[in-house]
């Protein structure tokens, strides 16, 4: 059993910047690392989004159009850790914040919230005008 836990949410005013933080733990599977580790966001009333995404094995990296320029994900392998730096923010990046977990190996899409099987209790980010 995988444990997921972010930290890092709060409030923060527009063009202001805030980093999250998302470890896991309890990982035992042949492959060292966590292969695939990425950070959704949903409001109420909307399904859940998809954010950045990072391939822990290669290193690469994929954001949704709305964040790309101003967020970055990177990681801590060794401590299957994640870190998505947010600059410029915007009242519309308001939300609550996931990491997610996809264990197995595997060709997918990595916007599909369905193909992660562990994720974290979410950080709350507000943006304020």
């Known amino acids: 059993q995988v444990q997921v836990v972010e930290s890092g949410g709060g409030s923060v005013q527009a063009g202001g910047s805030l980093s999250l933080s998302c470890a896991a733990s309890?990982?035992?599977?042949?492959?060292?690392?966590?292969?695939?580790m990425a950070w959704f966001r949903q409001v109420p009333g909307k399904e859940r989004e998809a954010v950045a995404y990072i391939y822990t094995l290669g290193g690469n990296t994929a954001y949704a159009d709305s964040v790309k320029g101003r967020f970055a994900i990177s990681q801590d392998k060794a401590k299957n850790t994640t870190i998505l730096q947010m600059n410029k923010l915007d009242p519309e990046d308001t939300g609550m914040y996931y990491c997610?977990?996809?264990?197995?190996?595997?060709?997918?899409?990595?916007?599909?919230?369905?193909?992660?099987?562990?994720w974290g209790q979410g950080t709350q980010v507000t943006v304020s005008s």
């Open positions: 309890g990982y035992k599977y042949a492959v060292p690392h966590i292969p695939h």
């Open positions: 997610a977990v996809k264990t197995g190996l595997g060709i997918f899409s990595w916007k599909e919230a369905a193909a992660y099987n562990y």
